[in-house]
């Protein structure tokens, strides 16, 4: 059976342009050096791996092999995924090759070089295609549009022994994050993912060394992130804004943003400045203007205050210096903005608050940006932040809201999967859900869900579950705004307009 698999995983990797015919021996005796196998029977002809579920197949029969010779460390996800990223790597071509490659596609098309690297992150499983197809996805109708629910199911959960195992092991430097050029081809630890099956696509951004890659979870099409060379921390400044627009001018068929610059707000990694994007096109990008408005000195510049329950200004135009310039101008006006009546304050105590959450596109020839205006001050009711999930949507989503959530997908925790199938039981029951201890925090929630609808039954509670789920993050996303959608919220936010102008 595993000489099966060896030769099937080899054939994979010809048929995915992984490697070459001629590469097949050589691959062959890699693999079975990772394995510590001295022989190899060749089977002759095996069945062709064909879909994501057959190499996982593949590859869980030659990691359980391993596993009965006491070649792991340990049983844990993380130390099988450890191994089975080893194994990969045998298939995988040298970066310099893959580089050379999508440059070659970019002369003819930007997209045909993203499409291959993308197809190239699947099919050498840094991207676990099998796993992200386990996430639980669904759309939900609101006055805002059509919103993104995914319940995160592609993440593996951390084993408990695991993090115990993780405190007992020596600091680690390096690689310094998750995000910085030295994971290409690292070998990864039980508290830091393999990354021999990585590939990295350079790029220049403002003149300097960036690296193109994509999510190993994808939570949207060809969801890639764009990151420094340098490990250098995030901040939000004039500087965003042109790396943001010099790297759409690079690839105009995706949209790029960067999670905001402070604790609560920034929902990211933000010791290392970077950026995420993709060939995705979210509820927010659909969203139209709600009012326009004028900003003096730039009447080149559409503005507008966009519909949607974030506080977003929307700026469209064929010059992108211009763009720039007033971007800059209204993130210097909010960086130093306070109205005590709306409860915004710059800074409190010297520390600052207001800052933005950018999100750059081509649109119809144009450029275009969304510039989301963010806020982290937090109160006594309201610990965690007040434009921050509020606590009684906690049962829910109590992370941060971070450029993705920003733009109207909810990245929901896997807890969900196990509590919402416990909740359709109780519900359908008529049971306490008050007595069980994993289901009581939902309860006010069950509450209010009983009294909406006259009938709950098995024909109709999966789609009123969605449905609610995706109601709550709407209004988390409204909870995150920092002007309302009310008119008292309207008139606070062009005020802010007022000020921008210097009124």
Known sequence: MVNKCIKQLVSYGTMHHLLEAEDEVYVTNLLLAVLKRDEYDDPGETEAITTPEQLEQVLKCLIDDAAERGLLDGESTAARDLYGTALMNTLMPRPSQVVKEFRAR????????????????????????????????????????????????????????????????????????????????????????????????????????????????????EHCIVFNGEHTPMKISHDTFVKLFDFVKQFPHYFVGSNADLPIVGGSILSHDHF???????????????????????????????????????????????????????LDAWRGYTDEAAFIFAETGGEPHNTITPIARMRDGRYEIDLVLRNNITTEEHPLGLYHPWESYHHIKKENIGLIEVMGLAVLPARLKDEIAALKKAMLAGGDIRKDEALAKHAAWVDMIGTKYNRIDETNIDQILKDEIGIVFKEILECAGVYKRDENGKAAFLKFVDAVNGR
């Open 106 to 221: 970019y002369e003819k098309s930007p997209k045909e070089a993203t499409d291959y690297y993308y197809d190239l992150s699947r099919a050498s499983d840094y991207i676990r295609t099998y796993r992200v197809a386990r996430d639980r996805k669904w759309i939900t109708k609101t006055e805002y549009g059509d919103i993104d629910i995914t319940i995160n199911l592609s993440k593996p959960e951390k084993d408990p022994k695991m993090i115990a195992l993780a405190k007992t092991m020596p600091a680690n430097h390096y690689p310094k994050c998750l995000l910085c050029m030295e994971n290409e081809g690292y070998a990864g630890r039980i508290n830091h993912p393999a990354r021999q099956n990585h590939r990295i696509i350079p790029v220049c951004i403002q003149g300097k060394k960036w690296g193109l890659q994509y999510s190993p979870y994808v939570y949207y099409n």
């Open 276 to 330: 995420q994007g993709g060939n995705y096109e979210f509820a927010m990008a659909r969203a139209p203007f709600d009012t326009e408005i004028h900003l003096e000195g730039f009447d080149d510049i559409k503005a507008g205050i966009v519909k949607w329950p974030m506080s977003v200004i929307r700026l469209q135009g064929e010059d992108v210096n211009r763009i720039i310039v007033l971007s800059d101008k209204i």
